[in-house]
């Protein structure tokens, strides 16, 4: 069965904070990992995609990287800015089951 | 470009009763996926529909069901509602060839109460 984790559960910091977002996952037969960001109430929206033959993707102040040997992916976020603050939720694409299995999520607050 | 649109963007209804969550995709997109989350959980897989057919399904039980119509917008209904089915219920949107390794492309989602 594949799952999804993702540490820490809550994460606090002062603006202008370099952080980073843990996501483990079971399944060495993940496709790919997306990561999404959601605002309290609302639907989710797509950060970064990362294909299992890359290493990792940015876009603008986030990358994200991806090692499937070790079944680990991150989110790095750079200069936090307040306007960041909500929850990060990743989720992989596994070839064997066809699914994406979502984490539980990361809730950010960035302090002004 | 309109995003994924989904209707009633609340419902509250109760146990026993049934419900029918409406979903359009992004224009162009033939794959549409629903997912329920439960307040502090991340989105659990439900269905997967691709050119009007099944793609994949979780593990819900049989009181859930869904469709795509012609112009690729899709149901959800769940039948019996249990005070468990609390939750929103996200619809997502993808282009291609309508495997979930696509790019997703969620809903603002519907929020359902059941009392």
């Known amino acids: 069965k594949q799952e999804v984790t993702q540490i820490p559960a809550a994460l606090s910091v002062p603006e202008g904070e370099n952080l980073v977002l843990n996501c483990s996952f079971t399944?060495?037969?993940?496709?790919?990992l997306q990561w999404f960001r959601q605002d309290p109430g609302k639907g989710l929206t797509s950060l970064l995609l990362?294909?299992?033959?890359?290493r990792e993707q940015t876009s603008g102040r986030l990358n994200a990287s991806l090692d499937k040997s070790s079944g680990r992916s991150t989110l790095y976020i750079a200069a936090s800015q307040p306007g960041d603050s909500a929850t990060y939720l990743c989720?992989?694409?596994?070839?064997?089951?066809?699914?994406?299995?979502f984490g539980q999520g990361t809730t950010l607050q960035v302090k002004p | 470009d309109a995003g994924v649109t989904q209707s009633p963007t609340h419902l509250i209804k109760t146990r026993g009763q049934h419900v029918t969550l409406r979903c359009s995709p992004i224009?162009?997109?033939?794959?549409v996926s629903w997912y329920q989350q439960v307040l502090g959980q991340g989105p659990q897989f439900i269905f997967q529909?691709?050119?009007?057919?099944?793609?994949g399904r979780g593990n819900f039980p049989d009181r859930f069901s869904a469709r795509q119509f012609p112009n690729y917008s899709s149901e959800l209904n769940v039948n019996a509602l249990l005070l468990g089915d609390s939750a929103l219920y996200l619809c997502?949107?993808?282009?291609?060839?309508?495997?979930?390794?696509?790019?997703?492309?969620f809903g603002p989602g519907t929020r359902l109460t059941v009392l």
């Open positions: 997502a949107s993808s282009r291609t060839s309508g495997r979930l390794a696509d790019t997703q492309y």
């Open positions: 399944d060495s037969a993940i496709y790919n």
């Open positions: 990362i294909q299992s033959s890359q």
């Open positions: 989720a992989g694409f596994s070839s064997n089951t066809g699914k994406l299995i």
């Open positions: 224009s162009g997109h033939k794959s």
């Open positions: 529909y691709y050119e009007k057919e099944e793609r």
